[in-house]
């Protein structure tokens, strides 16, 4: 046998391999993943039409900008005043029952505080000071056609209230330190300083009044009460009390800063809060650049319906 039958016959005895390829369908998991290649492949067929939209939507809404007025923020930092300040603290606790007995309320430091607070922002000093300063069409200007935000109603009392109190007045206390912030926001910048340290003004003289009002009352009712009494002791305690509701009624009427002391009144700001130019010009940009994006997508559904034709 020769080597060529040797070969041929030892090709044929060894078995053969057969390779099988198997077509795996994709999982859930390859489907999930975000192919990103298209979406650059748009945007750099596209970027120039991109740039030029976002600049000039951009542009267009700085300008804008620049058409609405201008809002400044004025701020006055004040502090609630503890009546334990006012040299009455140690008096009051001494002779806190028999006034408990008697009817008389003394209060404290943490409910006048509070009541103080709610007076800042309450409806009867916000209405007073409204009224006084004549600012209901200055508030709700009457505009073409009608009054701004109203239609073709008057403005009324309530509708100045709730456009002060919810967009021009902010009233918040620092919980750590108790100090109060009163900010004004209002397109003339002396204009909101002069309305944030008056009211400030009228709130002492609101609670001063309301205060020493109450000490006159007290003070009648006291002496009514120890014209009555036979013993000693209680006529003495009575005594202290009045003692206290006359110093309460001096302080009332003799501090200007009754319930708030100012520790930074409110000056003219140099910047304004408002608009914001710079959320203006991200805006615009980001804005144009959907413009842009839309504009390039039509263009290419549209030459694609012309191919297939």
């Known amino acids: 046998m020769s080597a060529i039958d040797e070969t041929t016959l030892e090709r044929r005895s060894k078995p053969r391999l057969f390779v099988h390829a198997t077509l ?5 998991a390859d489907k999930d993943v975000l ?8 945007l750099r067929r ?12 951009a542009t267009l809404f700085v300008v ?9 923020r004025a701020e006055i930092l004040i502090q609630p005043v503890d009546p334990s300040a006012n040299g009455l603290s140690g008096m009051a606790s001494g002779i806190g029952g028999v006034a408990g007995l008697l009817g008389v309320q003394l209060g404290s430091a943490n409910s006048s505080t509070a009541a103080a607070l709610a007076v800042l922002q309450s409806r009867q000093l916000v209405d007073q000071f409204i009224q006084e300063r004549n600012l209901l069409n200055v508030l709700l200007p009457r505009q073409s056609g009608g009054w701004s935000s109203l239609g073709d109603e008057p403005p009324t009392l309530e509708d100045a209230f709730q456009k002060f109190s919810k967009q021009i007045l902010t009233v918040t206390q620092d919980k750590r330190t108790g100090l109060v912030t009163v900010a004004i926001e209002w397109r003339d910048r002396q204009v909101a300083a002069d309305w944030a340290n008056e009211l400030v003004a009228r709130a002492n003289q609101y609670i001063a009044g309301q205060a020493a009002n109450e000490a006159d009352r007290n003070v009648a009712f006291l002496n ?9 002791g209680l006529r003495q305690a009575i ?9 309460k009624r001096m302080l009332a009427r003799t501090r200007a800063d009754y319930a708030f002391r100012v520790l930074d009144a409110a000056a003219a700001p140099k910047k304004s809060v408002k608009p914001h130019r710079v959320f ?20 290419e559904r549209r030459t694609a319906r012309k191919l297939a034709r």
């Not at 795996?24 to 859930?28: G, I, M, S």
């Not at 039409?49 to 000039?56: D, N, T």
């Not at 804008?64 to 400044?72: D, E, F, G, H, K």
């Open 224 to 232: 009514a009460e120890v014209s009555k009494s036979a013993e000693v």
């Open 24 to 28: 795996v369908p994709p999982t859930e």
């Open 64 to 72: 804008l900008s620049y058409q609405i007025p201008r809002t400044y």
């Open 280 to 299: 203006f010009l991200l805006g615009g940009a980001v804005l144009g650049a959907a413009l842009g994006a839309l504009i390039g997508m039509y263009a």
């Open 35 to 42: 192919d990103l290649k298209p979406l650059g492949l748009f």
């Open 239 to 247: 005594y202290s009390l009045i003692e206290s509701e006359i110093k």
């Open 46 to 57: 596209h970027k120039f039409l991109l740039i030029f939209s976002a600049l000039l939507t």
